[in-house]
């Protein structure tokens, strides 16, 4: 049942019945029905048989009254076939017979015919053994205590509740802010960090598990999310039971929408060296047809650290995470470490949406750490990453967001100096150099006063190509005379700017639709003519430049992620 303390996330759990959220608990009234065809309680046969061995399951439920079991398989066609009907009274425990090939997910159904509660249950492979598995989970946190603490002690209740979990799960709490003062708790433990970003601070989480040499695996989470404990506890009996060929596989957490809690972002991702791929975005998982999609999900290259759960083998073999600071480290990580990513409809947790998050000067970091991954991961040679970052910097001169093409500019000059960048300088210098280039927005009032009244801009969905080729059409105003420009105020949303919104403007409002703040810019000809000539260099200098670079990265790649290399940031005076 639902134990995450957010509302609007039952029908993640069970359809159908009254839910209490304070004894946690689900009641029918005779001739009720409750389905268990949902995200958290669903049974991919399919998975746990090609990762565990998986043949005999059965059922056991905590209930009271009258009632009947009905199993289903829902198949990949979308058809719907019974399995077997069982009548029940109170608690119960129903081995399924052995299986043939399953197309798709293995359900059940309760029927009330009597008044009836329902506390819990689960699903249980007869021949699974219990394993020694021992999680370190590894939060990087600047600035969320509540987060933090809200997160802490929901663990600590579920704890006392069932005492065995504290010799399964410890959490490492690394603070980069150094806010939340250094106490230990039984199952807890804080590690003050200088600001040396997600990277740094993951990469100092997994430095101090390491350390303690007694843990088989290290889980990395935001500190960001809510979760339901029941997915830890679904993490630690999955690696149980994995059998010896997978068991170097990585387990990987879907990210579901904190403020939209049946909404999934991504079921894993994929990368191809120029644009990222998310896997299953945007789907209700209420619905039958996103369930169905999740199982037979491609493949995917990486799984992002809001939650994943990796074999401490891999950092034994692969080092420590690259010094990329924020943006990407879990994209190359996952390229780098993971010999497979299992994933699967009820290992999930909520995130903070991304949407209001974005600023300009992060795209300094989204293209340089991604420049790196691609030089050290994939097989392009320089025209691909010229394109990409001569695209994104004459885009922004159309924007009008003359500083973002400054830290464009910045992201190209510091890839080009190669692995030496990351062996030398310090990630918190770096962000302090950046951070020079962050704008603020303007608030509610004075955007509404310069646009006459409050924006609408509006809704582009075209893909990546449609833009590109846009932006190429467009691009005969970064020679247009300053006479040419218009005095009209243009607007574009700030999560997806488009420059057909800015073209030809003198002033544009980037607007931020959730807080009603937009980012205000002017067209600057002198930064055009310098930034323009820029973009030209960066464009050339990957072109002719990106091979010598790329093998200079896969010659120190293992000592950019090297222990040596994080304990000169780690515990820099």
Known sequence: MPGNGMSGTQELFCKGGKFDKDSRTVSLSAGETASFETYFNLLSLKTYRKYCGTERIKLNLSAEGEYVINFYERKGSGAEKLLSSHNCNGNCSLPLAPFGKVEGYI????????????????????????????????????????????NLSRVANAIKAEPEWLDRIHFIVVDNARSLGTPVGDFYEIVPNRNLGGSGGFARGLYEAERQNKYT??????????????????????LCALTPEHSEAAVGGAML????????????GKYDGLRFKLINSGLDMRETRSLMRNESAPKPDYNAWWYCCMPACSVKKHGLPMP??????????GMRAAKEFI??????????????????ILEYYIKRNLAVTSALHCKAGGFRPAVRFAY?????????????????YEAYQDFKRGPQFFLESDSEEVNSRIRRLAQALSDEETVEKLCGGKPQPKMRKQGKKAEFFRCIALSVELYLPSFAF?????????????????????????????SGK????????????????????????????????????????????????????????
């Open 107 to 150: 359900y059940f159904t309760l029927g009330a015919k009597s008044n009836c509660k329902i506390y819990g249950g689960s699903w249980e492979d007869e021949r699974a053994e219990e394993k020694d598995v021992r999680i370190a989970v590894i939060i990087c946190t600047y600035r969320r205590e509540k987060f933090v603490e809200d």
């Open 217 to 238: 695996h290290y889980l990395l989470t935001d500190d960001d999310i809510r979760f339901d404990f029941s997915v830890l506890k679904r993490t630690w009996r999955l």
């Open 257 to 268: 929408v904190l403020e939209r809690p049946v909404i999934q972002y991504e079921f894993g």
């Open 324 to 333: 990329f600071f924020i943006k990407g480290d879990d994209v190359e990580y």
């Open 343 to 360: 994933l699967t409809s009820g290992i999930a947790v909520w995130h903070q949406d991304f949407a209001g998050k974005y600023t300009g």
């Open 392 to 408: 994104f910097m004459f885009k922004n001169l159309i924007l009008k967001n003359y500083n973002c093409v400054q830290a464009l």
């Open 486 to 514: 218009s005095k009209r105020v243009g607007v574009t949303d700030i999560g997806n700017p488009s420059a057909a919104d800015c073209f030809g403007k003198k002033i544009v409002v980037h607007y931020d639709r959730a």
């Open 518 to 573: 937009g980012l205000v810019l002017q067209f600057d000809a002198g930064r055009r003519r310098v930034l323009r000539r820029a973009a030209y260099r960066v464009f050339f200098g990957l072109l002719f430049g990106y091979s010598r670079i790329k093998r200079q990265y896969r010659r120190e790649k293992e000592s950019m992620c090297s222990r040596e290399n994080w304990e000169r940031m780690f515990f820099k005076e």
